[in-house]
């Protein structure tokens, strides 16, 4: 987990570095990062922008950014911004799929 919360805290150092939020926040709701943001762009060049953010932290990992906009709340536009770090298959299923676990180790 403190890898995730480092790349958070990273993608708040690239916004406010990239220059074009004025402010920014995290708020937890049921378990879900929201972030707060408060910029004049658009909702979805901040998108666009809070997407390639994380991307260029993200860079040579399997580690993907995900940004959704949810909402403007006031002055905040409100996204639901996720690292997400994809699950390979762990069991085979039957069917011989390209990505079957039973390949695995002969790809390696």
């Not at 039957?94 to 390949?103: A, Q, S, T």
Request: aromatic share 12%; proline share 3%; hydrophobic share 40%.
């Amino acid at each position: 987990m403190i890898l995730l919360d480092q790349l958070y805290q990273r993608l708040m150092e690239e916004l406010f570095a990239d220059g074009f939020v004025a402010a920014a926040s995290w708020r937890e709701y049921a378990g879900r990062r929201f972030l707060y943001v408060r910029s004049p762009l658009t909702s979805a060049q901040l998108s666009t922008c809070l997407t390639a953010a994380g991307e260029r932290i993200t860079a040579g990992t399997v580690i993907q950014p995900e940004c959704i906009y949810v909402r403007t709340t006031g002055e905040d536009q409100v996204f639901r911004f996720r690292f997400v770090i994809p699950e390979d298959k762990k069991f085979c299923c039957g069917n011989l799929c390209e990505d079957c676990f039973l390949f695995r180790s002969q790809l390696s």
